[in-house]
């Protein structure tokens, strides 16, 4: 097992371009997770797949993000139109889960960085 | 609203001076405290959690603590491969995967 890979690892677009990132998580994760990471503050949750439903969504992300985990294996983050302030490390995560049984052990990608100009 | 904050935001150490790192955390109804290790340009690399005030765990030179309002990371020795930074995470509420983050403190060990 390779772990969490995202890609692409860097992304540099410019002011009103569209972007899509993606993840595979670990193979035998039924969660996922998108973060997002901004210099010197820690991750800010984004949205979370279980299986292929998206069960949370962070009130503060735009209509312009969209998250989709197709037959809850890979998952996409779409950022349409997007601004210089959605320039950030966007971070995903998996982990193994059960209602009621959760160690809160993620594990994370490198993570895609993007750069808006 | 969840919140969690983390003291120093940067601590520098001599290779072998012992020192704690501040995690305190505002939430209702905490389910989890965790914590990480970042290396720059990584993803946060899971560490420990900790579920009720009281409860210890330790690994290598790293020993994690809670209380009802804060928790610690301690760190004895340090060497220099434990320059990093140390997220602080939360989880609240009934349900929820909603992992609230601190801001995290970077630690530098010098040889």
């Known amino acids: 097992d390779t772990g969490v890979s995202q890609d692409p690892r860097h992304k540099i677009t410019k002011r009103g371009q569209n972007v899509t990132f993606r993840c595979d998580p670990i193979s035998e994760h039924n969660r996922l997770y998108w973060y997002r990471q901004t210099l010197g503050q820690g991750p800010e949750f984004l949205t979370y797949?279980?299986?292929?439903?998206?069960?949370?969504k962070s009130r503060l992300l735009s209509d312009r993000f969209s998250a989709e985990r197709p037959k809850g294996s890979f998952s996409t983050l779409e950022i349409q139109r997007t601004e210089q302030g959605d320039s950030a490390m966007y971070l995903c995560?998996?982990?193994?889960?059960?209602?009621?049984?959760?160690?809160?052990?993620?594990?994370f990608g490198e993570g895609s960085r993007l750069t808006v100009l | 609203e969840d919140q969690v904050t983390q003291s120093p935001e940067a601590l520098r150490l001599q290779e072998g001076e012992s020192s704690s790192l501040n995690c305190s955390y505002t939430?209702?109804?905490?389910?989890?405290l965790f914590w990480y290790r970042q290396d720059p340009g990584k993803g946060p690399e899971f560490l420990f959690t900790l579920y009720s005030a009281g409860e210890e765990k330790e690994k290598e030179r790293l020993k994690a603590t809670l209380t009802k309002k804060e928790s610690f990371l301690h760190i004895t020795a340090p060497k220099p491969e434990d320059s990093a930074t140390y997220l602080c995470?939360?989880?609240?509420?009934?349900?929820?995967?909603?992992?609230?983050f601190g801001p995290g403190t970077r630690l530098s060990v010098l040889p």
């Open positions: 995560a998996s982990s193994w889960g059960l209602a009621g049984v959760d160690t809160g052990e993620l594990f």
């Open positions: 995470a939360v989880q609240a509420g009934d349900y929820g995967q909603n992992f609230v």
């Open positions: 939430v209702s109804g905490l389910r989890g």
């Open positions: 797949f279980q299986n292929e439903a998206q069960l949370e």
